[in-house]
T-cell receptor
Framework: NAGVTQTPKFQVLKTGQSMTLQCAQD?????MYWYRQDPGMGLRLIYY???????DKGEVPNGYNVSRLNKREFSLRLESAAPSQTSVYFC?????????????FGDGTRLSIL | AQSVAQPEDQVNVAEGNPLTVKCTYS??????LFWYVQYPNRGLQFLLK??????LVKGSYGFEAEFNKSQTSFHLKKPSALVSDSALYFC??????????????FGQGTTLQVKP
């Protein structure tokens, strides 16, 4: 009963390096989301995928790309990391066409960019 | 613009006392409202939601929330706080401009500190 699994849990990068954050869910959900959490700012949506094969920008997409690899997996890529991208990143999933249903979250990836 | 506000960065309460964590929202149409809790180094966990119906909704761990349409509020409550309730609490509202995608807009979070 894993739910939403994120890897890695922690990562330190140097400015300019690239990295992919992985997310997988085993609840057969169609919709998946990537958020970043910064102190005092709540969670801000980076990208989301309403269903397999589709992705859309959220509130703060600049500097990020995503891939919906299949129904289970949704990855987030930083092509050239910047210190401003130091944050905690959360992946979430929910049922499609069920806006009344809650999102389920992974435990996050803590990313530090030097 | 749609938004969620949690006016208190931190709420302090003694164990056994009632607690309230405040949330107000601004959204077009009927709001779908959620409360989540986050423990240290963990993801958000769903507590409860209001979609329609009774204004008082009950959720996990003894929490409840009251929907007030006229005041556009959705305050989280618990009759008797536990030290283990100490955590970060987020209010969220469905982005009504997103169709049925389930996108959420989150408040900035309120830290609840329950002292023995």
């Amino acid at each position: 009963n894993a739910g939403v699994t994120q890897t890695p849990k922690f990562q330190v990068l140097k400015t300019g390096q690239s990295m992919t954050l992985q997310c997988a869910q085993d609840m057969n959900h169609n919709s998946m989301y990537w958020y970043r959490q910064d102190p005092g700012m709540g969670l801000r949506l980076i990208y989301y995928s309403a269903s397999e094969g589709t992705t859309d920008k959220g509130e703060v997409p600049n500097g990020y790309n995503v891939s919906r690899l299949n129904k289970r997996e949704f990855s987030l890529r930083l092509e050239s990391a910047a210190p401003s991208q130091t944050s905690v990143y959360f992946c979430a999933s929910s049922e499609i066409d069920r806006a009344s249903q809650p999102q389920h979250f992974g435990d996050g990836t803590r990313l530090s960019i030097l | 613009a749609q938004s969620v506000a949690q006016p208190e960065d931190q709420v302090n309460v003694a164990e056994g006392n009632p607690l309230t964590v405040k949330c107000t929202y601004s959204v077009s149409g009927n709001p779908y409202l959620f409360w989540y809790v986050q423990y240290p180094n963990r993801g958000l966990q769903f507590l409860l939601k209001y979609i329609t119906g009774d204004n008082l909704v009950k959720g996990s761990y003894g929490f409840e929330a009251e929907f007030n349409k006229s005041q556009t509020s959705f305050h989280l409550k618990k009759p008797s706080a536990l030290v283990s309730d100490s955590a970060l609490y987020f209010c969220a509202v469905r982005d009504s401009g997103s169709g049925n995608t389930g996108k959420l807009i989150f408040g900035q979070g309120t830290t609840l500190q329950v002292k023995p």
